[in-house]
């Protein structure tokens, strides 16, 4: 293995679900729901496979995709892009920055991220050969949140790029608009592009709004910004997303991902694309019944010890362990299928300043009530 990959070993997720499998342990670690998406998006991806969709479609993705991501971009955000040359459809939200990343920074170059950050954004900046400078989110008044003077200080003469995920995972942050003007702030001033992580761009609770970066004064100019089908239409294994830019930045993405992957799954971009265009009503339900599912959670992380930050968006809930006596999360997380049947994911691997989140876990809630129930009772024989 090249030394630059050294170090990254398996994903956390793929660990801790092997652990959950072997153990037979509620799963609360790895972020995928259990129960389906729309009948008629499935219904799509099934039509599409018989009406003979499987050849390769063409490489920035089917019209019928592109068409329907410039729609809800324009619908939803008023941001305007051209399907033909500033949509590109990816293998998932990952591939997407993925390929940003290559893309926008070299070797020696630095890019911006904020940690706790999810993990693929620290394998690929090493795969550019490119050095990542974290800004720490920490919690203030039960949020998580970051320090502008922190993010200033994190930019240098290399600094290409910010990596920017709102609704954030794991934090479950949905940024103000006062903090997207900070990061905005330090991009118009120092040139700097931005890629933003919007995979949970409709799961938002309460009264927190997704505000994408792109919308702010001279930042759509700069920003590539990049979400998928799989959490807003809980369809997570179908890896299909896309990449909204500027068309000079679209080329760039497309140059790096047409010899990663080509081309992405015919099918299931059609019945994306169907998605877009007819389930959102449908993912406003799945909205508000997760915003439930989140209180079932952290009402029961609490019952059981924990303190538990209430996230804003997203489906998952830190937790800080320290009140029950544990300090370090990931001791904990491999131990809590022995001591308690359940499984969550150890932050800290998402962090670089390992002091900052040694001590939190995360745990998912896009699961059947009952799950979120048989969770909590097995975490309450921690006490
Ligand atoms: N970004 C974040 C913040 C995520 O939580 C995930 C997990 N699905 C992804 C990206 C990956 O999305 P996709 O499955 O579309 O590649
Ligand atoms: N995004 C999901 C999570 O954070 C998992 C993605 C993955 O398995 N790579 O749990």
Not at 96 to 103: H, K, P
Not at 184 to 190: D, I, M
Not at 266 to 286: D, G, H, S, T
Not at 331 to 336: N, V
């Amino acid at each position: 293995l090249v030394a630059r990959m050294r170090g990254f070993g398996e994903t956390i997720f793929a660990e801790m679900s092997a652990l959950a499998v072997r153990t037979g342990s509620v799963n609360l670690g790895q972020g995928f729901p259990d129960e389906p998406g729309p009948a008629g998006v499935l219904d799509a991806a099934v039509d599409a496979i018989r009406a003979g969709a499987n050849q390769y479609p063409p490489g920035p993705g089917t019209p019928e995709l592109r068409e329907a991501v410039a729609a809800q971009r324009a619908e939803r955000y008023g941001l305007s892009y051209d399907p033909a040359t500033e949509v590109y459809v990816t293998v998932g939200a990952t591939e997407g920055i993925a390929a940003s990343v290559l893309a926008l920074a070299g070797p020696g170059d630095e890019v911006i991220v904020f940690e706790p950050y999810y993990d693929s954004y620290a394998a690929v900046i090493a795969l550019a050969g490119a050095v990542r400078r974290p800004v720490t989110l920490r919690p203030v008044e039960g949020r998580f949140t970051f320090d502008p003077d922190e993010l200033r200080a994190a930019v240098g003469p290399r600094t290409r790029a910010i990596l920017v995920n709102s609704p954030h995972n794991p934090a479950g942050t949905v940024f103000t608009r006062d903090e997207l003007e900070a990061v905005a702030g330090v991009c118009r001033e120092h040139d700097l592009v931005a890629i933003t992580d919007e995979v949970y761009e409709y799961l938002t609770f309460d009264d927190a709004e997704h505000i994408p970066l792109a919308t702010l004064d001279g930042m759509r100019e700069r920003t590539v910004s990049v979400s998928s089908a799989g959490k807003s239409f809980s369809v997570t294994g179908w890896k299909t997303g896309w990449v909204t830019a500027p068309a000079p930045y679209v080329r760039a993405v497309q140059t790096v991902k047409q010899f990663l992957t080509y081309a992405v799954s015919a099918p299931y971009q059609l019945a994306a694309a169907y998605a877009l265009r007819n389930e959102i009503p449908w993912v406003e339900e799945l909205r508000k019944s997760l915003q439930a599912k989140r209180d079932r959670l952290v009402t029961g992380l609490e019952a059981a010890g924990f303190t538990a930050y209430r996230p804003q968006g997203t489906y998952f809930v830190q937790a800080d362990i320290r009140p029950l006596g544990f300090t370090d999360g990931m001791e904990l997380a491999r131990a809590l299928p022995e001591k308690a049947g359940v499984v969550a994911i150890p932050t800290q691997v998402f962090y670089d300043h390992a002091e900052a989140g040694a001590h939190f876990v995360r745990f998912a809630f896009c699961k059947r009530d009952e799950v979120i129930d048989e969770a909590v009772e097995r975490l309450a024989r921690l006490r």
